[in-house]
């Protein structure tokens, strides 16, 4: 059916407002591959799915990075839907103990019900690693306000993509990082408009001083940021960081070509 693997970002928008405005969709990112992995399935992430024709039924593999409903609010039809209406015990959850149990700041966001439909329940806190055949998941730290968030590194046959999810900057974050192919970073905030928990552009030059991938995608924006534009912010953070970034859109598809070119991986826009 395809070549390598893909990222499918079913979503761009990040923050209550692109949220409840839908400006931008909130579907998180499903990943094709060996595996079929869906990555913080916000609001309409369902529906997202199934206009671009791609079954949710097919997911076996659920990652959801914290307790917000821009990033879990699907979890729970998604479970269903790769559980066959929970007529067939499969698929995996991998997600922090607050999604599971709630925390200071939140509920359980995925109920006992749908949890006991799943075949596999893993808790992921910073350093968590997980072998899903020739696919490994490890969750990597991340400061927001849900303390037991996390962000992803997953490690596709064709390459290397990490995933930031909501964070504030902190020291040590680029080294979680270190040797991706793919940051796929959640910049909420453009430039000169930091905010706490979150990353801006300024925050997103930081980390690509560090970690080198050979592409940057940006994506969980902001009303503030689609208003400065984020095509304009990621021309500015390839030319200030050197490295290719781009603003994903919506429903925007990224082939990881397995057909590497000395260390440079082939990217492929549709
Ligand atoms: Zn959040």
Known sequence: MMDGDQLIFLGTGGGRFS????TRQTGG???????NIQIDPGPGSIVYSNKLGLDPRKVDSLLVSHCHPDHDNDAEVYVEAMTEGGTRRRGVLIAPEGVYQGNSVCEPRISSYHRSMLDRLVKAAPGTTVDLDSVQVKAVKARHEDPDAVGFRVKLPSGDVGYTS???YFDGIEEQFAGVDVLVMCVLRPRGAP???HLCTDDAVKILGEVKPSLCVMT???IRMIYANPDLEAQFIHEVSGVKTIAARDNMRLKLDERREQRSLRMFLE
């Open 19 to 22: 949220m409840i405005t839908q």
């Open 29 to 35: 990112i499903r990943i094709l591959g060996p595996h």
């Open 166 to 168: 909501d964070t504030e």
């Open 195 to 197: 905010v706490r928990g």
């Open 220 to 222: 969980g924006f902001g």
